[in-house]
């Protein structure tokens, strides 16, 4: 019996998460396994009437469960940085889910706004570092709102985070079985401190434990543009937080959009409780319209699944959904699926069957 923490959080968040756990249900009905859900009511609502982001006692009932679902955080009535720094960076900082795993994959049947490419050219994963970098919030300011004022804000690196990073971007690229290609991407030509950090421990830890696997390097800046140019050139990428933040955006986009993109922050260590969610935002615009596309949440479903080791079902969910990219979606964009949000959770229902 699995135990399944829901977040459905703000804005579209609640109506995506509604249709992967229309499919989760369908799913495990047909691989014959058990699961319960809980659902936490943390996000902007919430908030607003409480005055408060996570409740004291949240982190450690999150730790009861096998893994955590979530739809979206972010609310236009309240500032930038409260939700996403008191919920998601919390979640993911006090879990030590010390990965984003970030699959970059056009399914089939989906427009891809690189000219001339379909899905044998974008298909690879990034591993982000997500608890370290620019994110850890350490800095501060003097001189607020004068003419001295002063920012600083640094980003901290440590070799046990660096390095049990790319161990598991290692391992995952070893499991892809693709080009068997590990792509470390930094910035060693300015950010010289942090980068050879970053270059040595990859490289010691490539040759001493996986030389099976190609090292290669490229800088951030130029990694965008490889990403435009060639695609195809990619099986695994990894990558500080910040870095990671900017090109799985862009890796979004020409997997077709926000509508597909999913990820997981994981804690790949025995016990670790991890979080899937699709990576778009809360998308306020289109909230209670039944026109966001759900297949992003599916897809982050799909990767929870396999989290639980449930590979099978994970797969179906996978080959479900590239099914109704194929053969039924206009678009992946809000609105113009041809379909509602409640019927494109159906359509993948139907063609899990
Ligand atoms: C993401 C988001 C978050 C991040 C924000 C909402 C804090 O952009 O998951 O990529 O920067 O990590
Ligand atoms: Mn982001």
Redesign the pocket.
């Known amino acids: 019996m699995y135990k399944i923490a829901v977040i459905p959080g703000d804005g579209t968040g609640p109506e995506v998460i509604a249709e992967g756990l229309k499919v989760l249900e369908a799913v495990a009905d047909k691989k014959g396994f058990k699961y319960e859900t809980v659902t936490f009511d943390y996000g902007g609502e919430r908030y607003l009437a409480t005055g408060e982001v996570l409740p004291a006692d949240a982190v450690d009932q999150l730790r009861s469960f096998d893994v955590i679902y979530l739809g979206a955080?972010?609310h236009p009535d309240v500032a930038p940085g409260i939700l996403?720094k008191g919920i998601?960076?919390q979640l993911r900082f006090d879990l030590d889910q010390y990965i984003n795993l970030r699959p970059i994959k056009l399914y089939p049947g989906v427009d891809c706004p690189l000219k001339g490419r379909g899905p044998e050219d974008v298909n690879f994963t990034v591993v982000r570092e997500n608890t370290e970098g620019f994110y850890v919030g350490t800095g501060g300011v003097m001189k607020k709102g004068t003419p001295d004022e002063t920012a600083i804000q640094t980003g901290i690196n440590t070799r046990k985070g660096v390095e049990r990073c790319i161990r598991y971007a290692f391992d995952i690229c070893r499991k892809r079985n693709d080009k068997k290609m590990l792509t470390l991407v930094a910035k060693t030509n300015v950010l010289t401190y942090v980068g050879d950090l970053w270059w040595r421990a990859f490289n010691e830890v490539g040759e001493a434990d996986y030389p099976d696997i190609k090292r290669d390097y490229a800088h951030v800046d130029a990694t965008t543009m490889w990403f435009v140019k060639n695609p195809d050139y990619f099986d695994t990428l990894v990558t500080p937080n910040l870095f990671g933040?900017i090109i799985?955006d862009l890796g979004a986009m020409i997997q077709g959009g926000m509508g597909i993109a999913a990820?997981g922050n994981i804690n790949p260590d025995p016990g670790g409780v991890s979080m899937f969610e699709p990576?778009g935002g809360s998308a306020p615009k289109y909230t209670g319209k039944n026109v966001i596309n759900p297949l992003a949440a599916i897809c982050a479903l799909s990767m929870l699944l396999d989290e639980l080791g449930e590979t099978d079902a994970a797969a179906s969910v996978e080959a479900a959904v590239m099914k109704v990219t194929g053969t039924k979606l206009k678009s992946l964009a809000a609105g113009r699926m041809g379909y509602s949000t409640t019927e494109v959770g159906d359509l993948v229902v139907e063609a899990l069957a």
């Open positions: 955080i972010g996403e998601l960076l933040d799985t990820g990576i």
